[in-house]
């Protein structure tokens, strides 16, 4: 039998709107993070990689033991679909984050944006082709509407770079795996930091047997740095986590456009990128079609009133 629940009620445990906030701020976390990723100039994309990892592990692990969550951490380790599930979770996150921060750290940060905006894109078509969700006529216009935007930036910059495409299947991915794993959100992100453990702590014990690593060996500030990037990354993907369970699919794909909408400013903003016509043109149709989507889903709540299903 089908549960009833209010339109504002997810089985994430949170409401869509606190689904939704928790992913604005997620999104744009991530979109400022190159700020963050341009102070470790000369260490290598994977050596962050592999730092995030164990200072994250560590970072979920003290906040499961406040929050009491091992009892379930260890459940969903006894069972082989959440195994499997997590585990792809894991190989798509690594893969993403690795490409995301080689392409900040490398002078390709338009090519990792034009990826974050194929996204949502993605994430749309999984959520209709694998979870029944079924967008307005009005969600509809503003999808096709975000997706000329898309199609006008790839014109533009002239071919689909292969950063741009890793980035997009990446990060799609990771979220339709997680969205389809039950496990909660701090142990599903311990689950999966440590899957892939083995192969990134043991290149930090590589590097450190071999002196060319960059923790301990330069200054107070670079180890600080290293340090933080779990908590640059861990806290934002705990809320991801906990975001992407509480929304359906295709409003995931809309909120994804925060990402690169952050990072193209902060390109204009901050390090003073010159915004040529066709891109400002990009956002005119991307964030008409993300007031199209959101009218879309306002009107349907609306009309549907709290009485209506929601399902994954």
Known sequence: MMEHRSPRTTAGGLSQGQGMGILFAVYLSFGLSPLYWNLLQGVSALEMVSHRSLWGSLIIAAFMVWKGQFPAFFRAMRERREIVLIGLCSLAHLWNWWIYIWAVTNSKVLECSIGHYIVPMISTLLGFLFFRERPSRLQWMGIASAGIGVLILLMGYGSVPWVSLNVALSAALFAFFRKRATVGAAPGMLMELLFSAPLLWGYLIWLEETGTGHFLAESVYTDMLLIGCGFVSAIPQLGLSLGIRSVPMISLGIMQYILPTTVFLLGVLVMREDISAVKLLVF???????????????????????????SD
Do not use: C, E
């Not at 989507?293 to 299903?309: C, M, P, Y």
């Open 284 to 310: 005119l149709f991307i964030w008409t079609g993300v007031g199209l989507f959101l009218s879309g889903g306002a009107f349907h709540f609306r009309r549907k009133g709290s009485g209506d299903t929601f």
